[in-house]
């Protein structure tokens, strides 16, 4: 069906008279642009756009950034027609780097755009991709030998991968909202997420359970008619057995299966001395604040840089409210793989606060993170989903604050219940409650209920200000964040603690920056209004820990 409709769409093209040949793309674009192909180890054919900058001669050699992807087929941008065909450079920064002297390389992985072969969602055949074109790359009669990576959401993921394999060549990662484990980009302790419904809403509808079907759909994009008749052959390579187990592979809820422990590189990269700049949005609807903080602990000795902020499914090029990031960027691949002798402006990490202000650190979460455990209010809740209520729900709210409170880590929560009923869930959250009842939720997290369970929140930095109350509900699930077949029974909690990271030392913003779009639409979007009589009933006294003082 999807072939079809790709025919179709393109006759229409060529009536209207839109479609140019795909040199014209390069040559509107400012730079030379030329297609290689890479044989791996196994034998599979790696399709490569290669841009040089414009006018310079084929023996100059050049510093690389490289970015590998299952997105960047000629005749569509993930699933955006690209009528002119060529490169797909969408979002790349790419204008930027050609002009400061480097060559980009967009590489496709194997079983998209004009590779061929089986993908394996971040699996050893993918994972050699990235160390093969890597290494070709360095190898190259126009590269100085060494290779910088640099991408977002899968982008980013390969950009790990990269670290992982650690290919000759490899001088520096830009990893952004990347996939560091990919059964937790789909299932919070084997609850699947639920990703957003764009361009009609952010709001989730689609079960992570379907990711692996919109991959094999992006993999199953047709050449562009002017590419060559490899392109044309390995974009219409359709791989039944492959497909199958993809599928089966994907939609596999058990975290501890070989196939999913063997795609999690939060271990793989323990130790990482290769420069990685990682970026995370806390308010990311896609690759969410998660196990991206355990790579970020995890890497050894190295000028590593992170930015970690209130953005969604991007980098800070735009929409964040802070003219920084380019400059930052560039100067990381400058001086890690250009060989410049430059200062990489900026912090360690740069932290972008859920109040619009914006900070240095050196660690995050911050040395002066301490749990505060909170004793939650027991109760019974309805394992039933969709229609709101409140049988539904269990409250704590604090008191008041008496000065502001700032939370910086990721919560985490123990429930014990009675006699759990089969397939129920818990999900625990918390919220930052204004004057007027106003809750803007916080964090949360979900997990199968047990008789006692154990619940990861995501991460976030979020300052709570003097007169707010923090509240906290216990419910069966979030029904557009997660997909939940309800249980339909009742779930009893007999006790419950949570766990809440706050700083001890008072932060004052020491970066230049404001509101990020991110807040904006988190605070249209997370919010609701509670009733007095919701929060009077469900008021406890919380012993906030006193602040010290200016760090």
């Known amino acids: 069906m999807r072939m079809v409709l790709w025919r179709a769409l393109v006759g229409l093209l060529l009536v209207a008279g839109v479609v140019t040949v795909p040199g014209q793309a390069a040559a509107e674009s400012g730079y030379q642009w030329r297609q290689e192909y890479i044989t791996a180890a196994d034998g599979t054919r790696l399709h490569a756009d290669v841009l040089r900058p414009a006018g310079i001669a084929d023996d100059v050699r050049t510093p690389v950034i490289m970015t590998v992807s299952p997105y960047r087929a000629h005749l569509a941008y993930l699933s955006d027609p690209r009528p002119k065909g060529g490169p797909s450079t969408e979002n790349l920064e790419v204008g930027m780097f050609l002009a400061a002297g480097y060559t980009f390389v967009i590489v496709d992985l194997r079983g998209f755009g004009g590779s061929n072969g089986c993908p394996d969602f971040g699996g050893p055949g993918e994972r050699s991709d990235v160390k093969t074109a890597v290494e070709w790359a360095a190898e190259q009669p126009w590269s100085t030998g060494k290779v910088g990576m640099f991408g977002v959401s899968y982008e980013g993921w390969t950009g790990l991968m990269g670290l992982a394999e650690k290919p000759k060549g490899l001088a520096a990662v830009g990893s ?82 070989a196939f999913w422990r063997d795609r999690d590189l939060v271990d793989r990269l323990r130790g990482n001395t290769i420069p990685l700049f990682l970026g995370q949005g806390f308010v990311d609807y896609n690759t969410r604040a998660d196990r991206v903080f355990q790579v970020w602990n995890g890497l050894g000795a190295g000028d590593h840089k992170a930015w970690f902020g209130q953005w969604g499914h991007r980098t800070c090029h735009t929409k964040c409210g802070t003219p920084h990031f380019d400059t930052e960027l560039l100067a990381f691949f400058d001086k890690h793989v250009a060989g410049k002798d430059v200062t990489i402006p900026g912090p360690r990490i740069t932290v972008s606060q859920f109040d619009g202000g914006w900070r240095s650190e050196q660690a995050w979460p911050p040395a002066d993170s301490r749990e505060l455990t909170v004793d939650l209010r027991p109760g019974d809740y309805m394992d039933r989903g969709l229609v709101p209520g409140a049988d539904r729900e269990i409250w704590t709210v604090s008191q008041p604050l008496e000065t502001d409170q700032h939370i910086s880590g990721a919560a985490s929560a123990t429930l014990t219940l009675d006699n759990p009923p089969q397939a129920a869930t818990v999900t ?79 932060r004052t913003p020491d970066l230049q920056g404001g509101l990020t779009e991110g807040i904006t639409k988190w605070r249209a979007e997370r919010s609701t209004t509670l009733a007095p009589n919701l929060i009077d009933n469900a008021t406890v006294t919380v012993n906030f820990p006193p602040r010290t003082g200016d760090r």
């Open 176 to 257: 952004f909202e990347p996939v560091v484990d990919p059964y937790a980009y789909l299932y919070m302790q084997g609850v699947s997420w639920k990703f957003s419904g764009k361009p009609i809403t952010e709001y989730g509808v689609r079960p992570g359970d379907f990711a692996g079907l919109e991959h094999l759909l992006i993999a199953t994009t047709p050449a562009h008619w002017a590419d060559s008749a490899e392109y044309q052959a390995n974009a219409i390579n359709f791989d039944t057995a492959c497909y199958s187990k993809y599928l089966n592979d994907t939609t596999n809820h058990d975290g501890s299966s």
């Open 428 to 506: 625990v959250e918390v919220y930052d409650i204004a004057p007027d009842g106003r809750a803007t939720n916080i964090t949360r997290g979900i997990a199968p209920a047990t008789a006692t369970t154990q619940v990861r929140l995501l991460a976030q930095d979020w300052p709570v200000a003097a007169g707010h109350r923090l509240g906290f509900r216990i419910t069966d699930v979030v029904d557009d964040v997660w997909s939940h077949t309800p249980a339909f029974a009742r779930v009893t909690v007999t006790s419950a603690q949570l766990r809440l990271p706050l700083l001890s030392e008072v």
